[in-house]
């Protein structure tokens, strides 16, 4: 339980009030298609603004812009009502550097609420020291950071609002749905990345941190679920790496390339990409070895001469016969055997190696894995 002094009221306010008064708004004011469509379409410029521009290029620097993308994606981040650039990226690259700890701002190990929103709701200590004297230097984001609840309070309702009731005269329709109801959405949106991306996916990468790599969170997001790449990879300018994977964010930086307001686009190795990828694989692989029966490993055995094995099969009546220098015990197999019982009652008490390794049959992966279950001891080698 969190004390009434610990609250931070001006994040609680605004994240309790706002879905309140979207629900105001869904009951109370009739929605039209002209404002549906003007709502989705303020939802993605809020949004991308987000992960294009606060995300991807102020606190990442995954790829350069000309001034005029970047005064536009200032524009569209503020919006969402998330803070300013400056705020937003200190809190970001603080989030980055000390991911799942207690110096994390969003730590997903304390759990989904506190991750989802819980951490704005409560006042945050200071935060550990990150670089960002590139955003004290850019002047855009210093204008922002002066201006910014008047920018917001523009961005988020004014411009929905007047776009919608001068363009086809839904005033209302245009504040509490573009306006309001979109700011919901584009904030639990914009918190999934530090929630859910979090909880549900893959371990595409690496699994020393929390990350993960889901499809439904990338959907959710404009791109940014492929979350175990990010982390992984955070000065790539790419989230998805393949091409159906949902990323909208950087087809858009990659489009604007093409007309030269964004440039430098950032890649890391593919080279490099792959090992993080083959190191999981290998990891499950290792995993699912784990749970299955490789028989005694060899150097564990027991070690028998010729004259031994001969012994013991005369003593115990176990079949045992010898390939490559291993004692196999085929007594409960004999009948089983694919090719047949003969050529293993003939093979008791030799070394059947070359038989086994093509003389009679060359035998596939699946005896050869088969029969590791039936080692029996080592052959003691010839002085
Ligand atoms: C521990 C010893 C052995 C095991 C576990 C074993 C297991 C198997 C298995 C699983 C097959 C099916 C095909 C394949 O996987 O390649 C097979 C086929 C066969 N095995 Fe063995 N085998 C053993 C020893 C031998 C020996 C010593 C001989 C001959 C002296 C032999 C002769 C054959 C032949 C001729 C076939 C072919 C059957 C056919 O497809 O017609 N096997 N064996």
């Known amino acids: 339980?969190?004390?009434?002094?610990?609250?931070?009221?001006?994040?609680?306010?605004?994240?309790?009030?706002?879905?309140?008064?979207?629900?105001?708004?869904?009951?109370?004011?009739?929605?039209?298609?002209?404002?549906?469509?003007?709502?989705?379409?303020?939802?993605?410029?809020?949004?991308?603004?987000?992960?294009?521009?606060?995300?991807?290029?102020?606190?990442?620097?995954?790829?350069?812009?000309?001034?005029l993308w970047q005064f536009v994606m200032m524009l569209a981040g503020s919006s969402a009502v998330e803070g300013s650039i400056k705020w937003w990226s200190r809190g970001h690259r603080v989030h980055h550097r000390f991911t799942d700890t207690d110096k994390d701002p969003y730590n997903a190990k304390k759990?989904?609420?506190?991750?989802?929103?819980?951490?704005?709701?409560?006042?945050?200590?200071?935060?550990?020291t990150v670089d960002v004297s590139d955003l004290s230097k850019d002047w855009i984001v210093r204008f922002q950071h002066k201006y910014y609840p008047l920018v917001a309070l523009i961005m988020a309702f004014v411009v929905p609002t007047t776009v919608a009731g001068f363009?086809?005269?839904?005033?209302?329709?245009?504040?509490?749905?573009?306006?309001?109801?979109?700011?919901?959405?584009?904030?639990?949106a914009t918190f999934c990345v530090n929630s859910l991306a979090h909880y549900i996916g893959d371990y595409t990468y690496d699994d020393k941190h929390t990350p993960k790599d889901h499809f439904l969170t990338a959907l959710i997001t404009c791109g940014e679920g492929y979350h175990n790449f990010h982390h992984e990879f955070p000065g790539d300018y790419r989230n998805a790496i393949k091409f159906y994977q949902y990323d909208p964010t950087k087809w858009l930086i990659w489009t604007?390339?093409?007309?030269?307001?964004?440039?430098?686009?950032?890649?890391?190795?593919?080279?490099?990409?792959?090992?993080?990828?083959?190191?999981?694989?290998?990891?499950?692989?290792?995993?699912?070895?784990?749970?299955?029966?490789?028989?005694?490993?060899?150097?564990d055995l027991d070690c028998l001469s010729m004259d031994e094995v001969k012994a013991e099969i005369a003593r115990t009546g176990k079949q045992l016969l010898i390939i490559s220098g291993v004692v196999y015990d085929v007594t409960t197999f004999m009948e089983d055997h694919p090719g047949g019982k003969g050529f293993l009652k003939a093979s008791v008490g030799r070394d059947v190696?070359?038989?086994?390794?093509?003389?009679?049959?060359?035998?596939?992966?699946?005896?050869?894995?088969?029969?590791s279950s039936m080692r029996y001891a080592r052959l003691k080698k010839e002085e």
Request: glycine fraction near 10%; charge should be positive.
């Open 111 to 128: 759990g989904f609420f506190w991750s989802h929103i819980g951490w704005m709701l409560k006042k945050q200590g200071r935060l550990a």
């Open 353 to 371: 190696t070359a038989s086994f390794n093509g003389e009679v049959y060359d035998h596939a992966n699946a005896a050869r894995n088969l029969m």
């Open 167 to 188: 363009g086809w005269g839904d005033w209302k329709g245009g504040f509490f749905f573009a306006g309001v109801a979109r700011l919901v959405f584009v904030h639990h």
């Open 256 to 299: 604007a390339s093409l007309v030269g307001l964004t440039y430098n686009l950032k890649v890391f190795p593919s080279n490099e990409i792959q090992k993080g990828r083959i190191y999981m694989q290998e990891k499950e692989i290792e995993q699912v070895k784990r749970t299955l029966d490789y028989g005694v490993p060899v150097e």
């Open 1 to 67: 339980m969190i004390s009434i002094n610990e609250i931070d009221f001006k994040h609680t306010i605004l994240l309790l009030s706002t879905p309140a008064l979207a629900l105001y708004g869904f009951l109370n004011v009739p929605l039209i298609p002209q404002t549906a469509l003007w709502s989705v379409l303020y939802y993605f410029w809020s949004g991308l603004g987000i992960t294009a521009g606060y995300h991807r290029y102020w606190s990442h620097r995954s790829y350069d812009a000309t001034r």
